[in-house]
C-alpha cells in the first residue's frame, strides 16, 4: 500500500478525532486492500462503523478496528450470497420526520466530536436538563466559529495570522488585559436592565449603547461575538457585535460525515449521487403550503375548496399539501370547550379532500399544530393533534399525517424544516436594540439572518418562548436545511439567504395566500386566491 494512501487514512482518521497504533493503521490498509477501486468509500464506511462503537479510547489499537473489519467482511459476504436492491424505494422519496423522533448529538470540546445520545428523554427535565440547554447551543456555534479563517488561532507565519485581532478570547480571561477583544458569549440579563455576556468560563456586564450591530435581531438568549474593551470600572464596552458567522452546508456535513443530524437516515455516497440525480429529475413534484387554515370559518373554507378544485383539474396534482395551523380563528385555552366542533369540522375537511379522487389517490397530507391549537401547552416542540380531533378526518384519508411543529421533510437529499410560530411578531418586541439598516430593512430578511446564523428555529428567551428543555435539539438547525418553511401571520414572502431557501406562506384565512413550492428547483410561487 503507497505511502499516500498511509497518509491519506491516517489524515482521515485524525480529522474523526482518532489516533491509530501501528497495528490498527496495517489491518486498515489490508482491509482497503480489498477494494482496489473503492478505497475511499471503503474507508469512509469503516469510519461510520467505528463511529458507532463504545470505545475506550480515542488511540486506537488492532482490536476494535478488527472487530469493525469482519463485521463489514461478513455482512459484504452476506449480500453477494443473498443480493437485493438498496437504497430507498419508489414510495421512500419523500420522508416525514416527528420532532420528537430527531436524533440528540452532543459535542465533545476535548475529543471535538459529536457523540449521540442514546438514552431515553424524559419530557420533564432536572434543573441539569436547562444548563445543557444553553451549553449544547453554545458549544454548537463555538465548533462552527473555530472552523472560520477570521476567528482561527494563528499559525506561525500562515495567512491566517493577518486575522490574528480577531482571535477569540475566554471572557474568563478579560481580567487584567487592556486593549481591544474579542469575545464570544450569549446575552443574558443577569440583573434588572443590566445585560451580561455568558460563555462556559465567566460572565460580563456589557454596555452596548454604542455598539455597530450586523443584520438580525439581538434579543436575550442569543449568541454574539462582540469585539470590545474591558472599562476599569468592569464593564466591556463593544463597539461591534453580530452574529457568528455561517458556515456552507458542505463544509459541515463533509467535516462529520456519517452522522444523521437531520433524523432522516445517512446515506452511503452512491445513494446520495443516485438520489440527487431522481431528485433533479422530479420537475412535476410541488408541495402546496398553507398556513392558519381556519375551519370554523366558511369563507376559508369556500377558498380552500377553489384550491383543491383547481389542481384537482391539473395534469399532474401536487405531491404533498401541508395544513399548518391554526385550524380554529379563536384560541383553543382553558376558557375553550368546543372541542366536538373542532372534531367535526376535521371530518367536514375530510369529505372535502375525499371529493377530490385525484388528490386522495395521489397527494399525502400533512397537518402540522399551530400555536394557538388544542394540545398540552404552548411549549416548544408542540406535540401532534390529539387523535380524537383527528379521527374523523382520518376515517376519510387515512394517509393524512399529524406530526409534530416543527417537523421536518427529507425530500430524496434535500433537507426541509417546517415551523409554524408567529415569530417575527416576537422577536421585535423582544429586541434590545433597533436592527441595522445597512444592508436591509425588511422585518423578514432580519429574522431569516437572526434564525441562520443562531442555527436555532427560535432563540427567544425561555421566559417568551417557554420549550422542553431535553428537547431542544429538535429546534436545532445544524448543518443548515436547504429549505426552512416559517409559518407566521405576517405577511407572505421569500428569501433566498446564503443559498438557503426560506418563506413564509402568509396568513391564508386573512389574506387568502399560499406557497406553491417546487423541491426539485428549490422555486417558490407566492399563491394567493
Known sequence: MSSAMRNKVQRKFKMR?????????????????RFPDA????LDLLLDELHHLALKSSILDKEPVQRVVSLLLEAEAAVEESPTTSGYGSGSALKIIDAFDVPKFRYDSIKKLFHKYSGKLPIH????????????????????????PHFSKPVFNSEISNYGSCQISPIQSLVGQTGKRWVMGLISQLEDGHFYLEDLTAAVEVDLSNARIT???????????????????????????GFPPLEDREKSVATFAGIDFFGGGSLTKEETIRLAELERGAVNDMFVILSDVWLDNEETMEKLETILSGYENENVVPSLFVFMGNFCSQPCNIS????????????????????????????????????DDIGPSNVLPRCSLPKYITEELQNHIPNAVFLSNPCRIKYYTQEIVIFRQDLLYRMRRSCLMPPSTEETSDPFEHLVATITHQSHLCPLPLSVQPIIWNFDHCLHLHPTPQTIVLGDRSEQKAFKYTGITCFNPGS??????????RPCSQEVELSAV
Open 215 to 241: 443584520t438580525g435581531f439581538f434579543v436575550e438568549n442569543t449568541i454574539v461575538l462582540a469585539e470590545g474593551e474591558l472599562l476599569l470600572d468592569g464593564i466591556f464596552q463593544v463597539k461591534t457585535c
Open 508 to 517: 391564508f384565512s386573512n389574506d387568502f395566500t399560499f406557497i406553491a413550492y
Open 336 to 371: 375553550f370547550n368546543s372541542y366536538s366542533s373542532i372534531r367535526s369540522q376535521f371530518g367536514k375537511l375530510g369529505k372535502m379532500i375525499a371529493a377530490h379522487q385525484r388528490l386522495k389517490e395521489h397527494s399525502r397530507f400533512l397537518f402540522i399544530p399551530g400555536p
Open 39 to 42: 478505497e475511499d468509500e471503503a
Open 17 to 33: 478525532g482518532y489516533t491509530l497504533k501501528i497495528d490498527a493503521l496495517s489491518e486498515i490498509l489490508g482491509f482497503l486492500s
Open 125 to 148: 427535565g432536572d434543573a441539569s436538563a436547562k444548563v445543557a440547554l444553553y451549553r449544547d447551543r453554545f458549544l454548537l456555534l463555538h465548533q462552527r466559529v473555530s472552523r472560520d
